[in-house]
């Protein structure tokens, strides 16, 4: 164990399971003590248990309750060194005008102004860290367009945006943000989609430079290096987890 995080207070949202159950392991293997947050408070505290951390309910899109987790962090440790904006929600494909109105606005109530919300309540005690990290979990969707997602793409392409700005206004403060971008991964959402989108996905990724799909193991290792002192210059930055899928889709060299 290296321990790139020893002594550092970590925060991870959507973290029962999943990408965000991922970062919290290995945070905690890295020596942070991790506090899960998650609307599944099943998995969640089981997740918190396995790796000697803390759960705290939160739904990301409750002003209120990000000001309790805020309360609850601030009693327990005095500061927060890292925040993960990892929860999250897709939608089913679809033209944009198939899409109803209120699960538009429901995509941003999670990914878009989850995160907003988030950092608001926890700004203070990010301050008190000697180098904070705030890490926003966007997608490969929050850098292209794609056609069927196009409300799910808008919402990640807020948190870009979101991010690219807050890590200006920040930086002075001494604290980083930045945004990783997932690409195809192997989630238990990603596997719940049905036999047909999980086929189409398939096809999708045999058509890129690295043909899978990527781990939740994978997208953990990205976030802890933004999270430790090892990208300690990096801020305002977009960092792919895809395989290569923007690269362009793989063909074979011509003879």
């Not at 008190?128 to 069927?148: E, H, P, R, T, Y």
């Not at 189409?200 to 045999?206: M, Q, S």
């Not at 977009?238 to 011509?254: I, N």
Request: hydrophobic share 45%.
């Amino acid at each position: 164990m290296s321990a790139r995080l020893q002594g550092r207070i970590a925060l991870i949202t959507g973290a029962a399971r999943g990408m965000g159950a991922a970062e919290a392991a290995l945070f905690a293997d890295e020596g942070a003590r991790v506090v899960v947050t998650d609307v599944l408070d099943d998995l969640g505290k089981q997740t918190a248990r396995d790796i000697g951390g803390d759960y705290l309910h939160l739904d990301v899109t409750s002003p209120e309750q990000w000001a309790r987790a805020a309360e609850t962090v601030r009693d327990s440790f005095g500061r927060l060194d890292v925040l993960v904006n990892n929860a999250g929600i897709g939608t089913r494909p679809g033209r944009f005008d198939e899409l109803d109105p209120a699960e538009h606005l429901r995509l941003f109530d999670v990914n878009v102004h989850g995160p907003y919300y988030g950092l608001r309540a926890l700004l203070p005690l990010l301050e008190q860290s000697d180098g904070a990290s705030v890490v926003n979990i966007s997608s490969i969707d929050g850098l292209a367009g794609v056609a069927g997602m196009a409300s799910y793409a808008a919402s990640k392409h807020a948190v870009t945006g979101f991010t690219k700005s807050v890590a200006q206004e920040l930086g002075p403060l001494g604290i980083r943000v930045n945004s990783v971008h997932p690409g195809v991964i192997e989630t238990p959402l990603v596997n719940s989609v049905g036999e047909v989108r999980l086929a189409r996905l398939g096809r999708t990724v045999a058509r890129q430079p690295l043909t899978r799909m990527g781990s939740a193991d994978e997208v953990a290792r990205m976030v802890l290096f933004l999270a430790s002192d090892e990208s300690a210059y990096c801020t305002g930055a977009q960092f792919t987890v895809d395989g290569g899928h923007l690269a362009g889709p793989w063909r074979e060299a011509p003879a």
